[in-house]
């Protein structure tokens, strides 16, 4: 393992450390902010099985970003845990030299039954999406009649299986679930787990986002510092993505992710393959190099590397830092992300 390939950096000096893997463009959801019935309906064309990378490509793309320096892999979709035996690619990524930690992001419909699978193949760590614990809230906005209590259970089972403390993801959409945001905080309040609150993100023409369904993540925590108060903690490792606070009265942590006030482009260390093996580097590019091409062509670990790397060094990507700067935040751009294949 050259040294010489850790050092890889894009034109703005960022590091190649995250690969999030999309496993499936499929989900049971249809959250209205990611995969909206409108748009992912029944006729709506989800990639045939030959075209998503197989575990086998999998492993072999993440041992390549590996080499070029990735040390951590998070698991998405989609929904991944629609992925058959994912506890087997988690156990095959987990022998990978370099990967230090394996995590997971779930809307936790099927984690209460994986859970100990995936924590004994390697799985470190898990985030589990909950927009609200009010069942007409939750529903409307998963589309999918899916209960609040559910996912509650499964977040209690990942901690029982050892992945503590589990991380919750709550999208926060104005006027859409704005008032669950106490009762959620209250909630995981002593609870060990960490609740963190996300801006609702401009999808592109899918979702019909506007600016004004965002809630500022300074409001929100001036709104739970009203009730609890709250204060700042340093991130736990550069280039997190969350802004981390804890409770005054030790009732735990906090974090918000301020995508659209707070662009953290500067910092972003994250390379996104999509499940049919499409390298992204941003969330919001609009479109990805094919990876699958090369790897089943037999293209060498070392070719594939060159490419990967070739990719990365002309990385200029600072998307939301520049839609920030262009609109002064007052308008909603247009461009799509392909959120049910490259993840969230
Ligand atoms: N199905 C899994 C889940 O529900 O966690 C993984 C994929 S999902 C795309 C990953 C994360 O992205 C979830 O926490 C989801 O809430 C978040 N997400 C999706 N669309 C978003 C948007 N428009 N704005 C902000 N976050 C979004």
Redesign the pocket.
């Known amino acids: 393992m050259a040294s010489a390939e850790s050092q890889l950096a894009d034109t703005l000096a960022r590091a190649l450390r995250d690969l999030r893997i999309s496993v499936t463009d499929r ?1 049971q ?1 249809r ?1 209205t ?2 995969m909206p019935r409108e748009v992912f309906g029944r006729d709506f064309a989800f990639l045939p099985r030959a075209e998503l990378l197989t575990f086998e490509e999998l492993a072999r793309a993440a041992r390549v970003f590996a080499r070029l320096g990735a040390r951590k892999l998070r698991l ?5 845990l629609l992925r058959r035996d994912l506890e087997r690619l988690v156990a095959m990524l987990a022998g990978i030299d370099g990967i230090a930690d394996i995590a997971l ?3 936790g419909a099927l984690l209460a039954g994986k859970a100990g699978a995936l924590a004994s193949a390697g799985l470190r760590r898990v ?3 909950l ?1 609200s614990l009010d069942d007409a809230v939750f529903m409307a906005l998963n589309d999918a009649a899916f209960p609040a209590g559910r996912v509650l259970e499964a977040i209690a089972a990942a901690a029982d299986a050892g992945l503590a403390p589990v991380k919750v ?1 709550m ?1 926060v959409r104005r006027g859409v679930n704005d008032e669950s945001i106490l009762p959620m905080a209250g909630h995981f309040r002593n609870s060990g787990h960490v609740l963190r609150f ?6 592109g023409t899918t ?1 019909g ?1 506007r600016l004004d369904e965002v809630v500022p993540a300074a409001q929100i925590i001036s709104l739970i510092d009203r009730q609890w108060p709250v204060e700042p903690i340093a991130p736990a490792y550069p280039g997190e993505v969350a802004s981390r606070y804890r409770y005054r009265d030790g009732a735990g942590e906090i974090g918000v992710i301020a ?1 659209v006030t707070q662009p953290f482009c500067r910092g972003c260390t994250r390379a996104r393959l999509s499940a049919d093996g499409k390298l992204y580097t941003c969330l919001f590019a609009g479109t990805g190099h094919d990876l699958r091409g090369p790897l089943r062509r037999g293209d060498s670990d070392q070719a594939l590397g060159e490419q990967v790397a070739a990719i990365w060094a002309r990385r200029t990507d600072r998307y939301s830092e520049r839609r920030t700067l262009q609109t002064g935040r007052t308008q909603q751009v247009t461009r799509k992300v392909e ?2 294949h490259i ?2």
Do not use: L
């Open positions: 989900c959801f959250c902010y990611c998405t979709g989609g929904e991944p992001t779930t809307n985030t589990v999406s927009d993801n999208v996300i801006e609702y993100m401009d999808v979702n986002w995508s959120m049910s993840g969230g």
